[in-house]
């Protein structure tokens, strides 16, 4: 007997085009996505990176079936059952390896949130290691926030909603864009062991003060001068605002990759050159806010303009105020809105609240079946805060009510 699916649920270019997948594969309704970048005239269609994000939802998920247009600006995809990293699914002793294009130009933290946001609801734990030359560790001007941002800024969060064992988040070679902007050769391997049938009902509705700043410098094959340079502009300004600050430094060597040169087949060249910094500053309610910059790579600024930019940067949202981080707050609505059927509260910024991404996962979120949002003014707030009630769509874990 075939398997009968509901309509699809039909969308319009490639905007959010992770959520939309990440949110059907969830509750499982199919998506049909058309009109991607079709009025482009040479970037036509699926990229690199969102082709490899299908294939990364193909390799963690049983029975899910993906239909691309000949000309790549149509998009069916009808989700299966997430499965993690079992055995029979591309894994191999309980470890997935998914290896990303050369010519990606997108952060891995593009394809490590979404996977998180799924780990907690697979049948089995989550264990994924991304390879490839397409990896790239640090912040990109693409807008992708590092490795370091989300496993101290958004991974701890989950912990809000019951989720928080056997969760971890490795960087085993780190990687700056390379030329262009693509590649950078590193690897980064995702632990996600804790699984639920529901997330908890969460209430967060005291930002508190700031009480401690913790960070990472990191360098790629480039002097390590670099990184003491990013500390010490970076506590400049961050030491006057609170005393318990300590940045940590890292630096790695960068990767050698063949050159594609046939009259010298043993020619090698060294990519994912580069540096940066992430800054984590966390209240005394347990809220973080978070803040990433990182050189870029046609290079030219020194290593003092970035530390000093992205102390700006996290004093900046630090300032919107609120519970949440705008990095941090998709995961975080989201999570609320596959809870149980209860109302989950959360204050936010109106700058963080108003933005185009989160007034978008409200409507999708709404086209998939969720309630709407309830928003109030936060009672005896002095930032003009509002507190979003989300009711839980109870869908929960399939697999582990299944099992």
Excluded at 9 to 27: I, P
Excluded at 246 to 251: A, L, N, Q, R
Excluded at 362 to 367: F, I, N, V
Aim: overall charge positive; aromatic content about 6%.
């Amino acid at each position: 007997m075939a398997t009968s699916f509901p309509p699809p649920l039909r969308f319009t270019t490639h905007r959010a085009l992770t959520h939309r997948l990440v949110l059907s594969t969830l509750t499982g309704r199919p998506v049909h996505i058309s009109q991607i970048r079709s009025s482009s005239p040479t970037t036509t269609g699926l990229a690199s990176h969102e082709i490899s994000f299908l294939r990364l939802l193909e390799a963690v998920t049983n029975g899910s079936t993906i239909e691309i247009s000949y000309t790549g600006t149509t998009l069916l995809y009808r989700p299966g059952l997430i499965t993690g990293s079992a055995a029979g699914s591309g894994a191999s002793g309980g470890v997935l390896r998914h290896e990303l294009p050369q010519g990606c130009t997108r952060g891995v933290s593009y394809f490590l949130i979404p996977l998180c946001l799924l780990a907690p609801f697979s049948k089995t734990s989550v264990n994924v290691i991304f390879t490839g030359l397409g990896v790239i560790t640090s912040a990109t001007e693409t807008g992708d926030v590092s490795v370091d941002s989300v496993r101290t800024a958004i991974l701890p969060l989950y912990e809000q909603f019951g989720i928080s064992n056997n969760i971890e988040l490795r960087v085993l070679k780190r990687s700056s864009p390379g030329p262009g902007g693509k590649g950078g050769a590193g690897e980064v391997q995702l632990v996600f062991g804790h699984q639920v049938r529901l997330p908890k009902t969460i209430h967060l509705l005291n930002p508190g003060r700031v009480k401690r700043i913790r960070g990472v410098a990191y360098c790629t094959g480039v002097s390590a001068s670099n990184n003491a340079r990013m500390i010490e502009a970076a506590r400049g300004i961050l030491n006057p605002m609170t005393g318990d600050t300590y940045i940590f430094s890292d630096v790695s060597s960068a990767s050698f990759v063949p050159l594609s040169d046939k009259s010298n087949s043993g020619s090698k060249r060294k990519i994912g050159v580069g540096f940066g910094i992430s800054l984590v500053a966390e209240t005394s309610t347990g809220c973080l806010y978070s803040a990433d910059l990182a050189s870029p790579t046609s290079g030219g600024q020194p290593a003092e303009d970035i530390g000093r930019h992205c102390a700006y940067q996290l004093l900046e949202t630090v300032s919107f105020g609120g519970c949440v981080s705008p990095v941090a707050a998709p995961s975080m609505l989201t999570l609320m809105a596959m809870g149980s059927e209860d109302v989950a509260r959360l204050q936010m910024s109106r700058v963080v609240f108003g933005n185009e991404e989160i007034i978008g996962l409200g409507r999708d979120l709404r086209k998939f079946g969720a309630s709407g949002w309830g928003i109030r003014d936060a009672p005896g707030d002095l930032h003009g805060d509002l507190v979003v009630s989300v009711v839980g769509r109870g869908v929960g874990n399939v697999g582990r009510k299944i099992a």
